[in-house]
């Protein structure tokens, strides 16, 4: 039966492997900023929660959702990283386009998981309005950021 509004923050730390050593690359992208900055903390407070370096955590920026596959392409081909988190926030609007930035995002990610050795993680709220992302990004749901830390931690400590 599926999970009914699983709080996103809640992890237990004894069955998560140390992140201490381990490299992280963080894209963020610019689109609903108030949102994947939320997203962003969520995640970096995981981080080092689980033991990682802030001097092994290493941010870039893109203009959209659907920039993220290039810049996390761009960013397991120049740097040494054992997992990527790919932080987005799309949100429906009046018209298709929601559907092809969410479709194209979430194939682009999968792609790279797919052709490359380097987990990426799937860190994009795709929500049908503003509230529901505030919910999900440190709001009544928790945070996303945090689960796809958690899920990071484990997928480097699996590629390694
Ligand atoms: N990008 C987002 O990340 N979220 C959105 O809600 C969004 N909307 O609504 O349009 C969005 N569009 C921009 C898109 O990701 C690209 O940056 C743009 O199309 C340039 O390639």
New binding site residues.
Partial sequence: MATVNKNLSVYDKATIPNANGLRFGIVV?E??SEITEGLYSGAIEALLDCGAQESDIIRWDV?????LTFGAKKMIKSLKVDAVIAI????Q?ETK??DF?CDATAQGIKDLNVTTNVPVIFCVLTDNNMQQAIDRSGGKHGNKGTEAAIAAIKMAVLGS
């Fill in positions: 992208s689109w609903n203009p959209g959702s659907f920039e987005g926030s799309v949100i609007g386009h929601f930035v």
